[in-house]
């Protein structure tokens, strides 16, 4: 009987959905992530709507939201007005947050408009469901604020102190008591660039006088280095983990970012690992974020160093990995080949309790 019960409630709550992806084609980081969601949408029978932030914006008729957006090809390119071509919009989407889920993948602090996030605000205060919220954004999209966060909740980091002035930067070392090399970052950035491996007080001191003159209110961070020989990405969604996988130290760097050339494997995680990644997930506020964490030394016992939640993950890679790995892919313990992370993120958002 109770089975039974089980049964039905989940019916209930396992409907389908609307699919709004407010995504940014930047010249310097093309939009692969939300043309693969929208294609992996469509081919669950979602609803689907793949708007460029750049021209977006909101109507009101009354009843529902309209989304306005430029076109976006199967590709991602939206096709942007120019001095010869006049604005051309796409049919506006109509919305609510009843059956609407956004997922919005632009939010950053490197580039991008200060309305985007005004919008992203806005559409919450409409009630809808946005993915990530604004506030997981803030703090992903900081490395500071994001290693306060960690901090307040216990989660494990590499030592980390934030250098405070242009002339500050041999006062931090000694916090992390001069052991060299250091890692030094800028505390907005992504994809490896503005991370730097600092092997002495002389260039510590000549890099932060120089990005302090290129940028006078720049936040720096500098951290105690962790030797590895790769770091790990785990995909968590809605407090479950759908992912993970290995990223190899370049050859020649210390970074493993796949856009710096890293080429990723699927991992298997520790008990240990799992539960930490889950919490890192959780206290930034993410519904779909890639947690990365350098492994300790004995994976069982010992937390990992977080190094950071990602807030748009790309999900390209990884989609790649776990659909070659096969047998060995951890998504959902499923071990059949030909697995899509993208769909099975999708389908997880059929749970309305995902929406709260
Ligand atoms: N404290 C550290 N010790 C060792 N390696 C690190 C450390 N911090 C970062 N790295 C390496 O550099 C990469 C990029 O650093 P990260 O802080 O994630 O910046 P980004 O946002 O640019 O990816 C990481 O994926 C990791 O390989
Ligand atoms: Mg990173």
């Known amino acids: 009987m109770e089975d039974f019960r089980d049964f039905i409630t989940e019916k209930k709550e396992d409907k389908s959905y609307r699919l709004v992806i407010l995504s940014h084609d930047d010249p310097l980081d093309p939009n692969e992530t939300a043309p693969m969601v929208r294609k992996k949408a469509e081919e ?11 021209g977006c914006y909101l109507e009101d008729d009354g009843n529902n939201k ?32 009843d059956d609407t889920l956004i997922m919005i993948r632009g939010l950053n602090a490197r580039n991008g408009c200060a309305s985007w996030w005004t919008m992203a605000r806005n559409l919450e205060s409409f009630g809808f469901k946005i993915i990530n919220s604004v506030k997981c954004n803030e703090i992903c999209n900081d490395k500071w604020y994001n290693q306060i966060i960690f901090q307040r909740y216990d989660v494990r980091t590499p030592a980390t102190v934030l250098i ?3 002339e500050g930067a041999l006062d931090a070392a000694e916090k992390l008591d001069n052991k060299y090399p250091m890692i030094l970052k800028t505390s907005i950035g992504s994809q490896g660039v503005g991370v730097m491996w600092v092997e002495s007080p002389k260039a510590l001191v000549g890099i932060v006088q120089l990005l302090y003159r ?24 809605g407090g479950e983990i759908l992912g ?19 080429e990723p494997e699927v991992f298997k995680l520790t008990e240990l690992e ?25 994976r069982n016992k010992d937390h990992p160093y977080f190094i950071e939640v990602n807030s748009t993950p790309g999900l390209v890679g990884i989609e790649a990995v776990l659909s070659q790995a096969g047998s060995k892919a951890i998504v959902k313990d499923k071990k059949e080949k030909g697995i899509s992370i993208t769909t099975e993120i999708l389908k997880k958002y059929m749970n309305r309790d995902l929406w709260k």
């Open 164 to 166: 405070r002035h242009s």
């Open 214 to 237: 290129e940028s006078p209110y720049v936040d720096i961070l500098l951290q105690e280095h962790i030797k590895t020989e790769y770091d790990v990405r785990v995909i968590v969604v």
């Open 244 to 262: 993970a996988m290995k990223r190899p130290i370049i050859e020649g760097d210390f970074r493993s970012n796949v856009s710096q050339g890293s």
């Open 66 to 97: 309209l989304l306005y957006s430029y076109p976006v090809d199967k590709n991602g390119k939206p096709e942007l007005p120019d001095m010869k071509h006049p604005v051309k919009y796409s049919k506006p989407f109509t919305m609510n947050p």
């Open 274 to 298: 799992k539960e930490e990644s889950l919490r890192a997930a959780e206290v930034v506020d993410g519904d779909i974020v890639g947690v990365d964490f350098i492994p300790s030394s004995d």
């Open 44 to 54: 669950l029978g979602l609803e689907v709507f793949l708007a460029e932030l750049m």
